[in-house]
């Protein structure tokens, strides 16, 4: 099992800057990807970024350029900086843990809302 707890979201005008964090606890060594993901009302929920151990970050088109995932293996946290923050980014974020067994396994944060006001 893993438990992931979101902090970091807000309100904030458009242009500007929030620091999601996501932080790890239970079998966080059976993790194999992190990422967030960001559902606006009336919409499917969507991946915004992720980083798997060992691997090359991935990101969705709409945050090329603007959003930055990292990890931080002593602190088991996952941060998202979301720079040049628009309207359209306004979502609940959730923290996402993937784990690849005989099945693949996927736990979630309880999430955090941003909004982007104009």
């Known amino acids: 099992q893993v438990q992931l707890v979101e902090s970091g979201g807000g309100l904030v005008q458009a242009g500007g800057s929030l620091r999601l964090s996501c932080a790890a606890s239970?079998?966080?060594?059976?993790?194999?990807?992190m990422g967030w993901y960001r559902q606006a009302p009336g919409k499917p929920r969507e991946l915004v970024a992720a980083?798997?151990?060992?691997?090359?970050?991935v990101y969705a088109d709409s945050v090329k350029g603007r959003f930055t995932i990292s990890r931080d293996n002593a602190k088991n946290t996952v941060y998202l900086q979301m720079n040049s923050l628009k309207p359209e980014d306004t979502a609940v974020y959730y923290c996402?843990?993937?784990?690849?067994?005989?099945?693949?396994?996927?736990?979630w944060g309880q999430g955090t809302q941003v909004t982007v006001s104009s």
């Open positions: 996402n843990a993937r784990v690849f067994t005989a099945r693949v396994y996927d736990y």
């Open positions: 980083i798997p151990t060992g691997g090359s970050t």
């Open positions: 239970g079998s966080i060594f059976t993790i194999n990807v």
